[in-house]
């Protein structure tokens, strides 16, 4: 339990450490995280349809 305790210490002291960012830099990224997703799925996805569509016309 002694060391449980410690644990918790040590935790907490780290957490002070830490530079959490603001409100508008954590929007600008959740927004960079969610247009660079949005680009990644659409990428995949046009390369998922025309992959689809070359492998259909062949196996016609």
Do not use: C, H
Request: aromatic share 14%.
């Amino acid at each position: 339990m002694n060391k449980f305790l410690q644990y918790l210490r040590d935790v907490q002291v780290e957490l002070k450490k830490v530079t959490w960012p603001t409100r508008a830099e954590t929007l600008r990224m959740t927004w960079i995280v969610l247009g660079v997703s949005l680009a990644t799925g659409l990428y995949t996805g046009f390369l998922d349809l025309g992959f689809t569509n070359i492998l259909a016309s062949y196996l016609k």
